[in-house]
């Protein structure tokens, strides 16, 4: 079973940094985009930051360009979220999601078909 898991969610003060990463576990295969989805109490799912096949192109929200980054590693197979000045608005769970169709950055749910299991991040004012 494919899966991806998520790393590196936890406690940070405003202002600080946090990096999340996302790996495969299990039998894997390189997905094609890779995004990050976020999910705060009380609200829907929203999407991050998302990233093309071979990283060339990527997709930020308004709320976070300027601020996140992120990458990936193909032979690795993994993804990372680099979370700067981060804000309290940005405390939720972070979802990664990657895709078996999509090779560019999309800030859509529906184009990602397989997904983590969540990190919490929580940013303290």
């Known amino acids: 079973q494919v899966q991806f898991v998520e790393s590196g969610g936890g406690l940070v003060q405003a202002g600080g940094s946090l990096r999340l990463s996302c790996a495969a576990s299990g039998r894997s295969f390189t997905p094609l985009a890779m995004a990050w989805f976020r999910q705060a109490p009380g609200n829907e799912i929203e999407s991050v930051a998302a990233?093309?096949?071979?990283?060339?192109?990527?997709y930020f929200a308004d709320s976070v360009k300027g601020r996140f980054t992120i990458s990936r590693d193909n032979d690795k197979k993994t993804m990372v979220l680099q979370m700067n000045s981060a804000k309290p608005e940005d405390t939720a769970i972070y979802y990664c999601a990657t895709s078996r169709t999509t090779i560019n950055a999309s800030g859509s749910r529906r184009s990602y078909d397989i997904w983590g299991k969540g990190t919490p991040v929580t940013v303290s004012s």
């Open positions: 990233i093309s096949f071979m990283g060339a192109n990527t």
